[in-house]
């Protein structure tokens, strides 16, 4: 008999494909939404964060669960409110789904809960950061290490988890690739500040199969950075666009004051950078990259 996986932020570029890659595994697959819109194989049961709500059924039918839910952090400007969606749509969510784990019957042996590597800080230069590095101090530090501390809610019951770090992901679905092939496809691709700020990236497809990893693999556990094994600069990922684009690179640099001037504290997204390792994944488990090398990512996703 198949299991079930219940499956929060289904609707987003990485819950679908995951779906995809799980349904062609014979899993079962659950989502929690904020509405009842039929899905074509997916069956759907509603939640409401804010008020606490949560259709018992999601629990009681579920084998696994991934947590991928939250407010996109790059989708608008940062002010008060926006900041505090981007806190609470993440800590709020697991919250909610550690209440209903406690307060009912179940048969949920894993939950594998999505974070960033942003929990080392939105810019950290060319150090090496692995698992066991420290956390940042600023914005995008707070929320992951809130984020991560929910989490120790569902490990607390008993139910083994898995948090995985997640770096850029890159993907023709949304985020950071589309932005970044656009102005390169017009021939107006230029790298941001100095360029040699790092991107810690993954292929959409290598995290996803991570995530399933961690559902089948019982000797996950706890964090791991999700990125793949070389991350880039900033430069060095515009230029390989425009390679697989066959497009030219012939403007200067963008200044960091004008990426800041755009985005306001958004900006460090951009204008930062971090070296992040995949220790854990390298050293402690049998995963391997279908793209682990930048232009096999890219002609995947770029051809």
């Known amino acids: 008999m198949s299991q079930t996986i219940l499956i929060t932020g289904g609707t987003g570029s990485i819950g679908r494909r995951l779906t995809e890659l799980l349904q062609q595994q014979n899993y079962q697959i659950t989502w929690l939404s904020r509405s009842n819109k039929p899905v074509v194989g997916v069956t759907v049961y509603e939640w409401d964060i804010k008020t606490g709500k949560i259709d018992p059924q999601a629990i009681q039918t579920a084998d696994h669960i991934i947590h991928l839910a ?13 900041k505090n969606e981007i806190l609470t749509s993440r800590t709020q969510s697991t919250e909610l789904l550690a209440k209903a784990l406690a307060g009912q019957p ?8 999505s974070s960033a590597i942003g929990y080392y800080g939105g810019d950290t230069g060319d150090r090496p950061l692995t698992e066991t ?9 707070q929320v992951t290490r809130a984020w991560e501390r929910s989490e120790d809610q ?36 230029a790298p941001i500040g100095s360029g040699q700020q790092y991107i810690s990236w993954i292929h959409i497809d290598d995290l996803c199969r991570m995530y399933i990893e961690a559902i089948q693999n019982e000797s996950w556990t706890d964090v791991y950075n999700a990125v793949g094994p070389t991350p880039a600069t900033n430069e060095g990922l ?14 200067p ?13 958004l900006a460090i997204t951009v204008t930062g950078g971090n070296y992040v390792l995949n220790k854990r ?14 232009d096999v990512a890219l002609r995947d996703l770029l051809q």
């Open 281 to 294: 994944i390298a050293e402690e488990t049998n995963f391997s990259y279908r793209f682990g090398e930048l």
């Open 106 to 113: 179940h048969h949920v042996k894993s939950f594998v809960g």
């Open 253 to 265: 640099n963008i200044p960091n004051f004008v990426i800041k001037l755009m985005f306001g504290e």
């Open 238 to 251: 515009t230029r390989a666009i425009a390679h697989e684009l066959n497009r030219p690179m012939l403007l």
């Open 154 to 189: 569902v490990a607390a019951l008993g139910i083994r988890t898995v948090k995985l770090r997640t770096g850029v992901v890159l993907t023709m679905a949304g985020g950071a690739l589309p932005k970044l092939a656009q102005p390169v496809r017009l021939g107006a691709g």
């Open 133 to 141: 590095s420290p956390a940042g101090s600023d914005f995008l530090a």
């Open 70 to 82: 939250g407010a996109g952090i790059a989708d608008e400007r940062w002010n008060d409110e926006r």
